[in-house]
């Protein structure tokens, strides 16, 4: 069997090494401490995330929201002040902050506060608040000691230009505030979730038999942009373009076909509107849709003429030709400097930056060449750098630009960087902005006075933190005094290594291992090692990557926190990329037969316990299995299937029939005796067809509010179980959604999860 060289032996890795003789405050590492420290899940789940990263449109700030323990707050900061908290809340309620809008001036900042809906479409209320809980719009002046002022019901606000006016979405409808006649609202104890009689003169704006999103604003701020989706009686729905004239109070479809639109984005002299257009009848998920007949195109408005024409289109039948369904929020689609529009796609067969001419006469430039794939990119303010992260691997000193320019550094890697691309120079190269000191850098923002450069950066000890980036590419925290605060810095975690082994159909698959202190510490590394329990985790989506560190979602860095803590209870920790995730290409996410057209990323998750199994240091014997949403599907799917090799499993929130899924219509299309077979065939890929050959215990952890995966299908699941005499524990939360809005909830379920995996393997302590 074939096995990277990264994990030929257990002595402490070169990356591990490295960062012993840093002295930064994210880089001075508690790994460099002699001997391990123990540490509880509380302490390794109690570091904030950050995320929401945003700069303002004028100046040097940047505001973003912070997730400490469930208490959501809201931040600002640059390169040259101290971080400064605008809002207090203090309880882990599952009230988030997010929709993030900036006013003209960067005087105050409007946001979305709230829950998102369960399952019965109704915000959620995982703390029981016995007061109503609807998404509210707040306004935050940036002034000290101002207060909030509520506008009301409604979320994803937008400043109109002169910053008089906010827009916001209710009920699906678009709305305005008229923030020019406000009164500033003292709040009381208990507010902002309900005001009663919000301050502020609010009226619905546009009236659309659609429901309403993508609000964009023309440069001079008189047109709204918008996309209008229309649902049928048998729950299809068509979304069109509007236009609404802010001066004339019109509504206007200017180019409705039967296509579905998306995407909307102004020129920068505003005489142009582009946006995205796909056919009605879109490539149905887990039907490995890596070509269309009928592909997606760029569309072009002259707003002088009002009319519209078609610049761009993949050809049928291409790689390229199926806009991919990806986690990060892509595709995107923006103007860039004079009249070039850039965007995503995956003609080559990853995701990559891609520019053209608004004539059309031309053939797209790709920016970004290579096996690798672009996320979270963003235009300078003057639309002149183009900034985004990528998975690249790099060259390094003098060598980085000739290895870029030959294609040698052509390949995949488990982490994130930030690139700059010079759109103004023909031909030139991306430069590589965090490289060896952060190993994870996501959704860059530069400044609008180009005075800095912002990004979210991790590493192996650190979750999202905002950074000031320089140009030779340190990253500085902004808000410095709170990362030495957190117990995160002051306890010993173990840092993955990447390790790559082929499936059965000699697929590379990439995974991290997490070791148990011992193999960093221990005195004679030749000496035989111990056998350890190990446990296998499978991330969720399957759109998704996971990293050597702490990941951009919040989801994945609660579930990065939770394996450290299993390898320093003694546990060897792998988790594997399986086919259908990001990272490595179209053909990879998009695998055949995979999900339930097949379960074929099963090989991957076989071809992980083989090699643990392979290991001198595990017990082939005591072999687990965890994951959430996908990784639930897969942990249940294992545990069905090879209970011979799975001795035990968490499964947090998984499907275990795909044909009781909400979204099953989506991959059973075509005649009845062709949804008859997919059907089949969707039962077949799914844990419940093996149910008979699960013999493994098993912990089951659900929200019964959950939006994303049926909450009946744990029940279902539990009762079969239990009926063929299979030990089964359970965790049930009740008004909790999908990804767990309380703290106290993933506390309670990991703490939960732990524990059982410590009774059913039995780890050496």
Known sequence: MRFSAAVAGFPLPARFLRRCGFAGILLASPLCAQQPQPFTLQQILSAPYASELTAAPAGSLFAWVENAEGRRNLFIGDASTPARQLTHNTEDDGQDIDNLAWSPDASAIAYTYGAPSGADGKPANPAHLQHPTPLTVIVQPLASNAPPVVIGEGRVPLYTHDGSSLLYLHDGQIWIAELSERKQCMLPEGCPTAPANPATPTHQLVYDRGSASQLTLSPDGNTLAFISRRRELNELSHTLLALYNLSTHTLTFPSPSTSNDSEPAFSPDGKQLAWLRAPFTDTPEYANPRTSPNPWSIQLLDLGTNTARTVYSPEPNKPGSVLPHLATGE???????????????????????????????????????????????????????????????????????????????????????????????????????????????????????????????????????????????????????????????????????????????????????????????????????????????????????????????????????????????????????????????????????????????????????????????????????????????????????????????????????????????????????????????????????????????????????????????????????????????????????????????????????????????????
Request: charged share 20%; glycine share 8%.
């Open 331 to 765: 595709p995107r689609l923006f103007f860039a400097t004079g009249k070039r529009i850039s965007f995503t796609s995956e003609a080559d067969g990853w995701v990559h930056l891609y520019s053209m001419e608004t004539s059309g006469l031309e053939s797209p430039t790709l920016l970004t060449p290579g096996k690798f794939e672009v996320e979270d990119a963003s235009l300078s303010h003057d639309g002149r750098q183009l900034f985004y992260a990528s998975n690249q691997i790099f060259g390094r000193g003098s060598d980085e630009k000739r290895l870029l320019a030959t294609g040698v550094t052509n390949g995949t890697d488990d982490l994130r960087r930030i690139w700059k691309l010079d759109l103004t120079k023909t031909g030139s190269l991306p430069e590589v902005f965090v490289g060896d000191i952060y190993d994870i850098a996501t959704h860059p923002q530069p400044a609008a006075d180009g005075s800095a450069l912002v990004a979210l950066v991790a590493n192996a000890w650190w979750p999202m933190a905002p950074a000031i980036i320089s140009p030779n590419g340190s990253a500085t925290p902004i808000n410095a005094a709170k990362v030495k605060d957190v117990p995160n810095f002051n306890i010993l975690l173990s840092p993955p290594s990447q390790v790559t082994f082929p499936s059965a159909d000699q697929l590379d698959i990439h995974a991290q291992i997490f070791l148990p202190h011992e193999h960093y510490f221990r005195q004679t590394p030749d000496a035989q090692p111990n056998k350890h329990p190990a446990i296998l985790f499978v991330h969720g989506g399957p759109n998704r990557q996971m990293l050597l560190g702490y990941p951009a979602m919040d989801y994945y860095s609660n579930a990065y926190a939770m394996n450290q803590y299993l390898a320093s209870r003694g546990f060897i920790v792998l988790s594997v990329n399986y086919r259908g995730g990001i990272g490595y290409g179209l053909n990879f996410r998009e695998a055949e037969h995979y999900g339930p057209n097949g379960a074929s990323e099963y090989k991957d998750v076989l071809a992980a316990a083989k090699y643990l199994q392979s290991r001198p240091d595990v017990d082939p014997k005591r072999i687990g299995i965890w994951g959430g949403s996908y990784g639930g599907y897969l942990t249940a799917l294992a545990l069905a299937r090879n209970s011979d090799i799975f001795a035990a499993g968490v499964d947090f929130h998984g499907v275990h029939n795909w044909n009781l899924e909400d979204n099953a219509s989506d991959w059973r299309r075509g005649s009845n005796a062709e949804r008859d077979a997919i059907a089949a065939k969707a039962f077949a890929s799914s844990p419940m067809a093996d149910i008979d050959h699960w013999k493994s215990p098993v912990l089951l952890i659900h929200g019964d509010n959950d939006p994303e995966v049926a909450y009946a299908q744990t029940p279902l699941l539990a009762d079969a179980l239990r009926a063929r005499h299979v030990p089964v524990e359970e965790l049930i939360f009740p008004d909790e959604v999908h990804d767990f809005l309380l703290h106290r909830d993933w506390l309670a379920a990991y703490n939960a999860a732990a524990a059982f995996f410590e009774r059913t393997l039995q780890p050496d302590k």
